[in-house]
């Protein structure tokens, strides 16, 4: 899922604000360890390579 996403739209999607603002907040309030998915789709909106 993840990476048909980062195929299909990796800068349009990091520029969209509410998307990166969603995914940092659920990365950075969890108590566990992320899941892979999770991983990658942060780093994505990071703007970091996969």
């Not at 999607?13 to 999770?38: F, K, N, P, W």
Request: aromatic residues 4%; glycine residues 4%.
């Amino acid at each position: 899922m993840i990476s048909e996403l980062a195929a299909d739209a990796p800068v349009w999607l990091r520029h969209q604000r509410y998307a990166r603002d969603t995914v940092r907040m659920i990365s950075t309030s969890r108590r566990r360890a992320m899941g892979q998915e999770l991983a990658k789709l942060a780093t994505l909106m990071d703007g970091q390579a996969a």
